[in-house]
């Protein structure tokens, strides 16, 4: 058996509730693959803001730094929105990133069984949609400098810098290309490259790159145009490679054609240590109801089997389970006529009973 360390940091809101599925069936799987767990839970976000006066305590990043994978559930809500901006919860889920090197997120959207129905879109729009965004996540205006909000001229300014350097650009891309070349051997690289020349730079970047793999079909696109692809024809996309912001609201647009955010894990990579989260938000407004769907932070223990162990049956095998289980359970996120409407503890009794079927 190989011993492997995995942190879990539950969050804030319904973290807490979908964590403990995911986990329950992270335990059910691994022993199959010959895995022995030492789980440990530490605070971060809100909850540990609560604890400790910062949302992302010494110990919970050291707990990570000596950990070989980390799962994190969702973070942030209103209580906590008149904290000052350096100790806000998502402070907390940035420097974890920062800290770990995890400069690409993977971002998944995929139709799992009979979900065509519960997208907003076009049953024929979406049906066979299979996209991979791939996201720049330590770099660009998130993190740029300066930034701020002064007085100029008698009123506020606020200001952000956008920059990427060469090796920022490159080793994602190469990551973009890295991914493409175990899906369909094809990248599209977003960016703006006609009005902001450090994203002209990523596209000459991305180019470049291009040259090593010679198998993979790239194409570039303006970041507003993709955004309109994703909902007219989701189908042409493979494989995506952006800018940490353009990542971010692209990744969420292709996430609703799926119907759901609730569905979708990710990960970050890049580093040592992969970092393992559902898309989703910490939906406070459900917390402690057992409303929440679990699917995403369940699937995000098959990102993390798949890309840092090396396990991509045990991630398929997830899939699978998730899959049978949408064909007769739903919850509300995701509910249909024909289907039964259960609960978060429910659906994640429901995965586990599943997972004996594969």
Request: charged share 25%; glycine share 10%; hydrophobic share 40%.
């Amino acid at each position: 058996m190989s011993t492997k360390k995995i942190l879990v940091t539950p969050g804030d809101g319904i973290g807490p509730e979908v964590s403990e599925q995911a986990i329950q069936v992270l335990n059910t799987i691994a022993p199959r693959f010959g895995l022995q767990l030492e789980i440990t839970e530490k605070p971060v976000g809100g909850a540990a803001y609560d604890l400790t006066g910062t949302p992302i305590p010494d110990e919970t990043l050291q707990a990570a730094k000596n950990s070989d994978a980390v799962l994190l559930g969702a973070v942030g809500g209103p209580k906590w929105e008149a904290l000052d901006f350096s100790v806000r919860p998502e402070r907390g889920l940035l420097k974890l990133r920062s800290e770990l090197e995890l400069y690409a997120n993977l971002r998944p959207a995929v139709i799992y069984g009979d979900l065509v129905n519960a997208s907003t879109l076009k049953a024929e729009v979406v049906a066979g949609a299979d996209l991979m965004v791939v996201r720049e996540l330590t770099g660009g205006i998130y993190f740029g400098e300066p930034r701020g909000v002064e007085v100029r001229n008698g009123e506020r300014v606020g200001f952000n810098t956008l920059v990427y350097s060469e090796s920022e650009i490159r080793r994602i891309a190469k990551v973009g290309f890295e991914i493409a070349m175990k899906r369909a051997k094809k990248l599209t690289s977003v960016d703006k490259a006609n009005v902001l020349e450090s994203t002209e730079l990523w596209r000459e970047v991305v180019t470049e790159v291009g040259v090593d793999f010679p198998e993979v079909e790239l194409s570039h696109m303006y970041a507003d145009n993709a955004a309109m692809q994703i909902i007219r024809n989701p189908k042409q996309f493979d494989t995506m490679v952006t800018t940490n912001m353009f990542g971010d609201i692209l990744s969420d647009a292709a996430a609703m054609m799926t119907g759901s955010l609730g569905m979708l894990p990710s990960a970050s990579i890049g580093g040592n240590i992969g970092m393992y989260e559902p898309v989703h938000g910490s939906a406070p407004d459900i917390s402690g109801q057992d409303k929440a769907n679990p699917l995403a932070m369940i699937l995000s223990v098959g990102m993390m089997l798949r890309y840092s162990f090396d396990l991509g049956e045990a991630d398929e095998i997830i899939k699978q389970a998730v899959v049978k289980t949408l064909d007769t359970y739903r919850t509300g996120d995701v509910m249909a006529e024909g289907k039964t409407l259960i609960g978060c503890i429910e659906m994640g009794e429901k995965v586990l009973e599943a997972l004996e079927d594969f």
